[in-house]
């Protein structure tokens, strides 16, 4: 009598910035992927500078990398002991604060003797959405979050083409400046959807960026500058908050489907912190398209969606990473 196929227990971590995130999934032999845990701790020692500072952010991971760790596998009902591959994030990010996380996921890995998978961090949050559907190529990838503004075209598993991408700022590095210029907190995206549902999206004319263009591209500086003199201007921040929402919405929107349209895509998935605004996937929703978003809790930075990148790159045969490959702050996704 033979064993049967065990379903392989994969950890992920994630410290590209300034979540410590740690999540674990369970990838089975017909290759259904299962989220079994997910903790991440969201430093805000941060909200007081309005931004991130790096040295803090690599010194608060490195005093919680170890609770967080604990609580996903207590999530899990599992042991360390459980755990049959790692996955880390080398990049992109900060340094100091990716070496944190990559260091202990290797560290992890030697020490439990299991093959280790270095992940990319955008290709991370596009397989957070593995986590509500088989995804499987083709299909289009907008990556949208405070440091990210890519949209890929997938046409085969582990192949990514960059078709658009920001020009400027990222469209949740937007958010948040809008949001402190109003005076609305931070991070920028919750505060400004929050304020918004009680303004008017209509009461400041904003312009869609880019609009006419014949490429994919994003631009949100202009914008940022046109709230900022609208808000001299006196409007009050609800009215702005929701203006301005609408109109980073309409560009998002509407610069994907044309990719769509071109490409002949069908299913999109649309991921990275900004994917958590309603307004977002409300407008995404009406477009007729197959858009596939992260689960709950998976939209922001966390370790589950590296887990998912790692169960993603083992379905795919690609081999485990050699264990002296280090963290790099710039690191392209697009192979084609």
Same mark, same amino acid.
């Given at each position: 009598?033979?064993?049967?196929?065990? /379903?392989?227990?994969?950890?992920?971590?994630?410290?590209?910035?300034?979540?410590?995130?740690?999540? @674990?999934?369970?990838?089975?032999?017909?290759?259904?992927?299962?989220?079994?845990?997910?903790?991440?701790?969201?430093?805000?020692? %941060?909200?007081? +500078?309005?931004?991130?500072?790096?040295?803090? #952010? =690599?010194?608060? %991971? $490195?005093?919680?990398?170890?609770? @967080?760790?604990?609580?996903?596998?207590?999530?899990?009902?599992?042991?360390?002991?459980?755990?049959?591959?790692?996955?880390?994030? =080398?990049?992109?990010?900060?340094?100091?604060?990716?070496?944190? !996380?990559?260091? +202990?996921?290797?560290?992890?890995?030697?020490?439990?003797?299991?093959? &280790?998978?270095?992940? %990319?961090?955008?290709?991370?949050?596009?397989?957070?959405?593995?986590?509500?559907?088989?995804?499987?190529? *083709?299909?289009?990838?907008?990556? $949208?979050? !405070?440091?990210?503004? %890519?949209?890929?075209?997938?046409?085969?598993?582990?192949? +990514?083409?960059?078709?658009?991408?920001?020009?400027?700022?990222?469209?949740?590095?937007?958010?948040?400046?809008?949001?402190?210029?109003?005076?609305?907190?931070?991070?920028?995206? /919750?505060?400004?959807?929050?304020?918004?549902?009680? !303004?008017?999206?209509?009461?400041? /004319? &904003?312009?869609? *960026?880019?609009?006419?263009?014949?490429?994919?591209? &994003?631009?949100?500086?202009?914008?940022?500058?046109?709230?900022?003199? #609208? +808000?001299?201007?006196?409007?009050? /921040?609800?009215?702005?908050? #929701?203006?301005?929402?609408?109109?980073?919405?309409?560009?998002?929107?509407?610069?994907?489907?044309? #990719?769509?349209?071109?490409?002949?895509?069908?299913?999109?998935?649309?991921?990275?912190?900004?994917?958590?605004?309603?307004?977002?996937?409300?407008?995404?929703?009406?477009?007729?398209?197959?858009?596939?978003?992260?689960?709950? !809790?998976?939209?922001?930075?966390?370790?589950?969606?590296?887990?998912?990148?790692?169960?993603?790159?083992?379905?795919?045969?690609?081999?485990?990473?050699?264990?002296?490959?280090?963290?790099?702050?710039?690191?392209?996704?697009?192979?084609?």
């Amino acid at each position: 009598m033979t064993d049967r196929p065990r /379903p392989l227990r994969i950890l992920g971590i994630d410290t590209s910035c300034d979540d410590t995130g740690v999540g @674990i999934v369970e990838l089975t032999p017909d290759g259904r992927v299962t989220v079994l845990a997910n903790r991440v701790w969201s430093q805000a020692v %941060h909200a007081q +500078y309005g931004g991130v500072m790096p040295e803090l #952010a =690599s010194r608060e %991971h $490195v005093e919680r990398i170890d609770q @967080i760790m604990e609580g996903a596998l207590h999530e899990a009902g599992l042991s360390v002991t459980d755990i049959g591959a790692v996955a880390a994030t =080398s990049g992109p990010g900060l340094v100091g604060a990716l070496l944190v !996380g990559l260091m +202990y996921g290797k560290g992890l890995a030697q020490a439990l003797n299991v093959p &280790f998978h270095a992940a %990319h961090h955008l290709e991370g949050h596009i397989f957070a959405a593995a986590s509500e559907a088989d995804l499987r190529a *083709p299909f289009l990838a907008l990556v $949208v979050s !405070g440091g990210h503004t %890519h949209l890929f075209d997938v046409p085969r598993d582990g192949e +990514y083409v960059l078709v658009g991408a920001t020009r400027d700022d990222a469209a949740g590095e937007a958010f948040d400046k809008v949001a402190r210029l109003a005076g609305l907190g931070y991070p920028g995206g /919750p505060a400004i959807s929050e304020a918004a549902t009680r !303004g008017d999206p209509n009461a400041v /004319p &904003f312009k869609e *960026p880019l609009k006419g263009q014949s490429g994919f591209d &994003f631009s949100f500086s202009g914008l940022k500058t046109a709230a900022l003199l #609208a +808000y001299r201007a006196g409007a009050t /921040p609800e009215n702005l908050a #929701a203006s301005f929402q609408r109109a980073a919405v309409q560009t998002l929107v509407n610069t994907t489907v044309r #990719a769509a349209q071109a490409t002949g895509r069908r299913t999109v998935v649309v991921s990275g912190g900004v994917a958590a605004n309603r307004a977002l996937r409300d407008a995404f929703a009406a477009t007729g398209l197959h858009v596939v978003f992260p689960g709950k !809790g998976l939209n922001t930075d966390n370790g589950a969606m590296i887990a998912l990148a790692g169960a993603a790159a083992i379905q795919a045969g690609r081999p485990a990473s050699a264990l002296d490959g280090g963290a790099t702050a710039y690191a392209p996704l697009a192979n084609a």
